[in-house]
């Protein structure tokens, strides 16, 4: 939830097809250029993990780590302005999202926009009329599809909790907004956060800079170089230490050049925090990750799985955030179409991910002891997502974020205790061996 | 006592007295050239306030905020490997602190050096034979004031609180080491730590090449050029949210190039963190200050008044840390012996500033509702920490640092409250007031 992404650039697709980005920027105003906007996430991009794999087409993409030598930082579930901090345009890929972007396949249970817009925690950024002007859009489809995950996890908590969202609506005023459910001190849970944000604007005359310097011109309109981008992310952390911390996030990014061509991609990911590690729950948390992911690509889980350890890694305590889960970046294959749908599987495992482990442990009993050693872990929850998290340091640094959207995924409690050591053989000691040398669950 | 530093290189003394920096290195292994050490404290400089004033001599300094372009960033209270920032030597100050260097004054209070050490928390970093032999060194002089700082310091909040600090002193296998204190949970104080650290070792190639960049060619002895910093620094976090968090840091830096010429500087400041306004408190604890800095330049209080304000200014939530103090860094005018005089007085007045403050609150009962917004302050001081001292970035992202001593500035615990907005005409609304417009309390 920590309402910021970062959101690399690097697939083009040359196409006809009316584009969303025309319905967002038609009621902006002329005068904010240099600005961009955002996405909600604290996630990034882990570069180095070859996803090869996932390339097809002519001229397939080199290994991530060396096609990918930036990332467009953008700040989020707020209004903001761009940090680029690199970019790479692979024109290998034109091809291939062309292709995508050929095939506007819309699933079944995609029906009457209006009639869905009633289940959502509010009505969504986008006006009803423009959604079902522009149904057929991925823009239209994702937001349709992160407003339902926001309601349908909203509601699971609720449930489980007895509390209530405090739903708050903000806009952008650069274009687009948010939307931010917050529960706090509720009866399960301490602070419960689930954030969409639908954001659009121009690229900043730097960022259109650093991308020519990476060796692709992009030329925008009049100079400017419109995005949309859009996401859900989410960070609960309950009240009993056996329950464990859950983040998910997943988001859409489209990027537009003067003569129409697009870049697009999805990101995202879903990962477990747990105070006490308990191998059945750890076992679930995966297991119901990786058939989601297997559903589309056998190499999916292990190595997003792999990605998400790397990415949530505390370096200055050698210790990972969490249990991990999955975390990916940069997906534009083998098809726009798939992998909408391959984001749309994983977002529907969020409540089947998490909600079980929540079920189970809602009754346990704790100690004030367990309850100090959560603490401890919350406050090293703190200590990565001010210090490493790139999503929220951009965020921070972007003169008129919503801070509270970006910091809502910091527990309402943490502690530091100096020279905090578990006794050897101790619970709290078999979880940081977890956290300092990552498991295989599945 | 966020236990980094970034030091900042500038002026040379072309001298011929033996260096402190040659005790120091006489036992180092000549394996590890491209780590330098350092030093405590979670300030760094903030540049732009013009400190013209402080310089004299043919050609004086132009406005800080010009000549000082870069800063040697220095991770410390641990062992740690060099991160340069930047550098600017400039040629100008010569024969200023060579001038300094020939007045090897000392004090008439710094008496036998084994019977001061008596009185310290623990024996001194540097072996006290070395020490008595190079007394006169101001490299002696400080880790001697520096100890006695930490020792007067400790002393006064011991027999306030009743309890008593956990001494560690630890050795970096680099060079040097430190002494941490730290109480934790005790009567009155929820986490008072203060460190003291002395490093040395050599600059890496990559810091050389950024000084050349900068304009001056630093030659060292094979390649290296031998450093040595030093400093005392503490952060102490009362339970009662009606005693403030007070802050300090007083550090010392030297640099050798192959020549024998050295540069030298201090730093230094203490800074209040109320969570209520008490405007006599505040009065107090700035004119204390301001007395001391009185008795050196006219010009210091106003001017690192307005340093503090600047260096302490959490930018994401438009507020200061605190109400400020001092803070001033590359100090080394008039001279050497002034200079250290100066600090000296800064650090003597760390006890008169903070204990009479703390002794007029020790009773006051405070509601469950003050507690909650002390807890919401100690987020924000978490977030300054974490987000912004430079001291404690490079000390987190450079390995081997020593993080317990970088991180014991951190609260024992603090909170998170989303949208979190004080009643208006309250005195937590007051206090942001104050935080949002830093104020001239003398």
Redesign the interface.
Known sequence: MASIVLLTVKHTAQTKVKRCLGSHFKGLAGGNAPSVFLLSGNESLSRGLGLRFMSHGTAGRSAAGSTRTGALALGGAAAVTAAVVGFLANANHFQRAEMATKIPLKSKEEGDIAERCKGFMSAPVTDISVLEERKNEMSTRMEMMIMETQAEFCKALEEVDGGTF?V?KWQRKEGGGGISC?M?DGKVFE?A?VNVSVVFGYLTEEAAKQMRSRGKVLKGKDGKLPFCAMGVSSVIHPKNPHIPTVHFNYRYFEIEEEDGSKQWWFGGGTDLTPVYIDKKDAFHFHNTLKKACDKHHPKYYPEFKKWCDKYFYV???GETRGIGGIFFDDLDSPNQEEAFNFVKSCARTVVPCYLPIVKKHLNDSFTQDEKDWQ?VRR?RY??FN??YDRGV?F???TPG?R??S???S??????????HKPVKGSREAEMLEVLRNPKEWV
């Open positions: 405090k708050d917050v706090q602070k956060g370096r200055h305590r603490q406050g703190v200590e001010l210090v340091k965020g921070l640094a974020s801070i509270e970006i910091l809502m910091l527990p309402l409690t943490a502690r530091w205790e100096y020279m």
